[in-house]
């Protein structure tokens, strides 16, 4: 190839980079145009899903709040009032120098102890904080006492008392909801399969119980053996057929103690019918 031939040729790839080189912004702007006209006709057919709004929990005292709230409690209805000092030295922690060395109790004569304590109900306190209301049981009398206790324990700050506590009554207990309805069991087979499965569970005869269980079932024994003397109801939960019912049973224990239990089972119909699970689905939590 002579000089000439490679003039020519280098000459043509110059002339071929150059029109690349003017043709390259009408070639990105094209592909842009085409991205948002793609990005456009999705958002018209297609369009973003916005997740569902989630419901925050309802608030309520951390652990630590309500450990507090329960020593605190000891600490307060604990006394002998002929040992005045060990009272003040079991409640200094909690007070913070804020309040009497006593939390405002002075116990005249005699002594208290507890004999348990745990949480009755925590709500929001308006002076800030949680009011963890304690119940106690005290050696001074028959029913529980009710303390008040408000505790603020705000983030990265230590746990405070807010002011004196209160003795307050029981906590107020809502009325039971309406039960599903109920309707007796007429199917004698199925009478027949839950009296079995509930004398061989009570019983704790697990290669008995099996023959009566559906294949995806999933069964925990009770611990405690007791014999079944009578299955004295037995109905549907929430209508016929519904695939649960309830069984309220009489059964005794070796040292001839009486218990009157209830029991739901879960019923699916094959050739027969079949129990998926007795009371509780162990693996659930």
Known sequence: MDAGTNRIEHGWQSVRRARLSARTPRYLATAL????????????FWPAQT?????????????PSKSFALQFARAYLTYDADRPGDRAQALAPFLG??????????PAHGSQEVLWTEVASDQRALAGGRVITVAAGVSTQRLPLYLAVSVRHDDGAPLQLVGYPALIGAPAIASPAAPPSRDPVTDPALSEV??????????????DLKADLAGAAQITLPTAQLHLEEVEQLVWLDGPNSGAVLATLTATDARGATYALSYELGITARERPYVEFIETVPTDT
Request: aromatic fraction near 6%; charge should be negative; hydrophobic fraction near 45%.
């Open 33 to 44: 145009l085409l991205v948002f006209l793609a990005l456009g006709v999705r958002a018209c």
């Open 51 to 63: 997740s569902p709004a989630t419901t925050a929990p309802a608030p309520s005292a951390d652990e």
């Open 97 to 106: 120098g804020q309040l009497d060395p006593d939390a405002g109790f002075s």
């Open 194 to 207: 839950v009296e079995r499965v509930l004398r061989n569970y009570l019983a704790g005869a697990a290669p």
